[in-house]
């Protein structure tokens, strides 16, 4: 069974957080913007998009290795001069079980049962449900071969919004790079009790504006050097001092 990570308990002060965000944040828009597929309003998906020049306000909360579990910093330190969305299934499958972690899920799922039937009647299906598990549980236990087992997380229906953001990987030669990652979302346990997570994408204000070619042409960064431009017609007329 594929081992958890580590429980993380560090957690960002959201309230405090959005205050400043709010402040800092731009909205994007495309035709306007180098953006592409934003998502729709979801009461799930919190995310700001935040100016380069505050990036280094949220050091502290840069912890590679060791993440925050409410607060994201998506690219740290690669603000996106280009961004696109696209939602998709998140799912894992583990065939390569061993005989513990088997019984160990099974006697889980039955204690989950029984700690049911302390504080309320089970219901006909439930007491059912509850003399399978202890049946299966027995022969798990006396017969290791009985069945063939994997692991996956696919009927439960995780789908996440991922960010695919190009930054400049050496902006001396203007040279890009893609990554992507996916977003952190509300989650809604047990009992209705919400937890808030929230996404700050970090963009390059200049160039999340104009389209960067991904043949890493180098007219714009050299037009950019000649301060006299003189337009006429289609054609413009660049000039700087020797």
């Known amino acids: 069974m594929p081992r958890k990570p580590a429980k993380r308990n560090d957690e960002a002060p959201l309230s405090a957080l959005r205050t400043v965000l709010k402040t800092q944040a731009v909205v994007l828009s495309p035709g306007i913007n ?58 894992s499958i583990e065939r390569a079980v061993t005989h513990g972690d088997v019984v160990q899920h099974i006697k889980n799922y039955r204690d989950e049962l029984l700690n049911l039937s302390l504080m309320q009647q089970l219901s006909v299906g439930q007491l059912k449900e509850l003399q399978q598990t202890d049946e299966l549980l027995r022969t798990i236990r006396e017969e290791p071969d009985a069945y063939q087992a994997c692991f996956s997380n696919y009927h439960h229906k995780y789908y996440y919004w991922y960010c695919t953001y190009r930054y400049f990987d050496d902006l001396a030669t203007m040279k ?33 504006n104009e389209s960067v070619p991904h043949d890493h042409k180098l007219i714009d960064r050299e037009l950019k050097t000649f301060p006299i431009q003189l337009r006429q017609g289609i054609t413009t007329l660049y000039l700087r001092e020797i």
């Open 34 to 91: 180098q953006i592409s597929n934003a998502p729709p309003a979801d009461p799930h998906l919190e995310y700001y998009f935040i100016p380069m020049q505050y990036m280094k306000q949220y050091q502290a909360y840069n912890r590679p290795g060791k993440p925050l579990k409410n607060l994201k910093l998506v690219n740290y330190d690669k603000p996106a001069i280009s961004l696109s969305f696209f939602f998709k299934h998140k799912y």
């Open 176 to 208: 890009t790079t893609t990554s992507s990652e996916h977003l952190l979302k509300h989650t809604e346990r047990v009992g209705h009790e919400v937890h808030e997570r929230l996404n700050i994408i970090f963009i390059d204000p200049e160039y999340i």
